[in-house]
């Protein structure tokens, strides 16, 4: 509810921004209306571009669709049904043949232009942050950690590294997805980088390691212990983090002998 809470404030936000700089013809508007406008459609918007991006995030997730194709199609998708709202609206809420017609691809831009720089924006604030698996599965900060202390074999070359910067090494401790984004963990520090989970795992042929949970991969040489408690099992990496493993893994990993 608090992310809910930040997300709708962030957009009203937006929405008065436009409302007072009245783009696409409105500053003509009055001033009460004009904001009115702005503020009551980009939160339309925001309703009905919701689901559609969690679908899109799904899809990039569970298919060979490519993040920025899926999100570009959910913006898509979301501002024809907005466009139309807005056609009814702007016509006195009535049914026009201009917006309806040959005003319509016009206006339709319009409303996915504002509502992919929307997206971008939403993008940027809250990159990092993955909503769908912050409650159930707590995972505990870093610890302070001396790497001289850890063994360091000899990585593959895997396509994967090269996306990391210099100064992080190849010493690879786990990947976490967060939202659209994937976090690299090594023992020298961690990395975001814009791609899914499913394509970083790839890229990590010759490197051993496992999907844990859904939203993390862990290499197998970096596991320093395995905390129990109840019937959930998190590892606790070489970096100090903790991983969770799924109850729909945990099987897997056993017959593998990680647990």
Partial sequence: ?????????????????????????????PPALR?????????????LYRPV???ALWLSEETPVPLWAALLIAAALAALPLTLLIAYAIAGFAIDDHYYGPGFPLLYLQVFGIGLGVQIIMGTLFAGRDESDAAPEAVAAPKPLDVRDIAMPERPDAPFFKRLPPELGDHLVCLEM???????????????????????????????????????????D????????GRAIKLELANGL??????????KLRAEGWL
């Fill in 53 to 55: 991006y969690v679908v």
């Fill in 242 to 251: 903790l991983a969770p493993v799924a109850r729909s893994r945990q099987e």
């Fill in 1 to 29: 509810m608090r992310q809910l809470a930040i997300e709708i404030f962030i957009i009203a936000a937006i929405g008065l921004v436009l409302g007072l700089l009245g783009p696409f013809g409105t500053y003509e508007m």
């Fill in 178 to 220: 967060q939202d659209h984004y994937v976090k690299a963990h090594t023992l020298a520090g961690s990395e975001m980088l814009l791609m899914r989970l499913r394509d970083a795992m790839a890229e990590l042929d010759g490197v051993e390691g496992m999907q844990v949970h859904r939203s993390w991969w862990v290499a197998r």
């Fill in 35 to 47: 904001l009115a406008y702005w503020v009551g459609f980009i939160l339309i918007g925001y309703a």
């Fill in 222 to 229: 970096q596991v320093r212990a395995i905390r129990r408690e």
